[in-house]
């Protein structure tokens, strides 16, 4: 299966900053995606990130406020700007890897926002 | 856009009994349902999935079916094990990928020794 690491596993963060997420995988992969947990609730997708591309961004996210990079087909990286106490959540990195035709995901990033 | 329910919640259920989740889906585009585990401080983990072209996908003590005119798919897990003791996600993806996934909100699942 794709091994995927995120950086850092968690942080807590003052209002106002921003923090860089990194999601390294072990393969090449077309298609990344980043998505948010919030605390007890489900899985949200915020984009799609393809190496060569603009990121893809579902409604309610916008790339002011999660810029994404994907400058090659192992790595990309989502920050999160500007924080604010609602942007506690879990942030995940998923892949997919049509070797496998399943989705894999990392172990998240833990974002606290003070 | 799609939206999938997913019932219960929470199940609580003694070690050996049976556990059955359930999904509905709103989209009958949608083709491919596959269900995570999440343990706590992980990321979900692909357990079973299901394409619209098939009813039903054991997997050992896993069991997933699928009512496409129902628009409904149910996750069956026998003789559960403590270690079975998770939060899981039943998802549905109208794309042509993988990962182009619409969540439930979860289930967490608790199996008392």
């Known amino acids: 299966s794709a091994v995927i690491s995120q950086k850092p596993s968690r942080d807590i963060c003052q209002r106002g900053t921003s923090l860089t997420i990194q999601c390294q995988v072990d393969?090449?992969?077309?298609?990344m995606f980043w998505y948010r947990q919030q605390p007890g609730q489900s899985l949200t997708l915020i984009a799609t990130a393809n190496q060569g591309s603009e990121a893809t961004y579902e409604s309610g996210f916008v790339i002011d406020k999660f810029p994404i990079s994907r400058p090659n087909l192992t790595f990309s990286t989502l920050t999160v700007s500007n924080m604010s106490p609602e942007d506690s959540s879990i942030y995940l990195c998923?892949?997919?890897?049509?070797?496998?035709?399943?989705?894999?995901f990392g172990q998240g990033t833990r974002l606290t926002v003070v | 856009g799609e939206n999938v329910e997913q019932h219960p919640s929470t199940l609580s259920v003694q070690e050996g009994d049976s556990a059955v989740i359930k999904c509905t889906y709103s989209?009958?585009?949608?083709?491919?349902f596959p269900w995570y585990k999440q343990e706590l401080g992980k990321g979900p983990q692909l357990i079973i999935d299901i394409r619209s072209n098939v009813g039903e996908k054991k997997d050992q003590r896993i069991a997933v079916t699928l009512n496409k005119t129902a628009k409904h798919f149910s996750l069956h897990i026998t003789e559960t094990q403590p270690e079975d003791s998770a939060v899981y996600f039943c998802a549905a993806s109208i794309g042509s990928g993988y990962s182009t996934l619409t969540f439930g909100k979860g289930t967490m699942l608790l199996v008392s020794p």
């Open positions: 989209d009958s585009a949608s083709n491919y």
């Open positions: 998923s892949v997919e890897d049509t070797r496998y035709t399943e989705a894999f």
């Open positions: 393969s090449q992969v077309t298609m």
